[in-house]
């Protein structure tokens, strides 16, 4: 178990709620200056866990 495996997928404005969307998913591990990313063949996905967080864009 790595605690310190980090995933981002970045997704465009205007997004239809409830539509499929794909996205690439960027890894990276490590703390501090010892970060690096990680190709998803070098994580073992069978025991990989996803969670998602929600954020959004403030509009003026």
């Not at 409830?18 to 070098?42: E, I, M, N, Q, R």
Request: proline share 3%; net charge neutral.
């Amino acid at each position: 178990m790595d605690s310190t495996l980090f995933g981002i997928a970045l997704f465009e404005e205007g997004l239809q709620k409830g539509a499929p969307v794909k996205a690439d998913v960027y890894f990276t591990t490590g703390l501090g200056s010892s970060v690096h990313d990680v190709p998803l063949k070098g994580i073992d996905q069978k025991n990989l866990v996803l969670s998602f967080d929600k954020a959004i864009r403030a509009v003026k």
